[in-house]
């Protein structure tokens, strides 16, 4: 005798993603994406986690949206918020003393957790003929790429991700179709000055950040801690 099916009543919420203003509507994670995610996390693998929380997110969104193609700071936001329908709307994180170092566990609501996007010139101009178009790099983007290695050729790495055109007096190149090596040796063929327009657009890339003011549970010493990065309020 087969098993009955649940029928899906889970209740329907509304966020808004960051880059776009887009309302979107999406439902929480049922057993098995938490399943897959609790696998994922536990392979400690990059490219792993990032489809498994992409295609988490497109199984949990209403409506056609293309997660591959959304910058790494919308699906940061959008997994948390669906996370916090999921799991709870709090979160706890483990926060280190700056006197005694020792850790006090605040509980933070999840919505208070914002991103702010800044408006900036993606076409910067590099001489009077060359010109590139950038944008923040993708979340899938990044799967081949160890964003926490913090080392030289990584930060490069990410960087040639943010080029999607190189532009000439000419022609448009179009930097999905050059390879990624290419892009790096343009990047190394700039002047300092160059080089920093660059360096100046991805330092503004937003990102999921927390303000929090603690008392110490130890010292009792006050505490301003900026905490950033979906894994700091991944519980």
Known sequence: MALPKLQDTTLRYEMTIPSTGKKVRYRPFLVKEEKSLMIAMESKDTKTIINTLLGTLKTCIDGEIIVEQLPTFDVEHMFLNIRSKSVGETTKIGMKCSECNQTTEIVVPIDQIQINVPKLEKTIRLTDDISVDIDWPTYASLADIDVDNQDTESLFQ???????????????????????????????????????????????????????????SHCNHDNKITVEGLESFLS
């Open 158 to 216: 990410v960087m040639a991700k943010c080029f999607k055109s190189i532009n000439t007096a000419e022609e448009r190149i179009n930097a999905s179709e050059v390879p990624l090596s290419e892009i790096e040796e343009f990047i190394e063929s700039m002047t300092q000055a160059q080089f920093n327009k660059i360096k100046e657009f991805m330092d503004a890339m937003p990102r999921l950040k927390h303000d929090i003011e603690f008392k110490c």
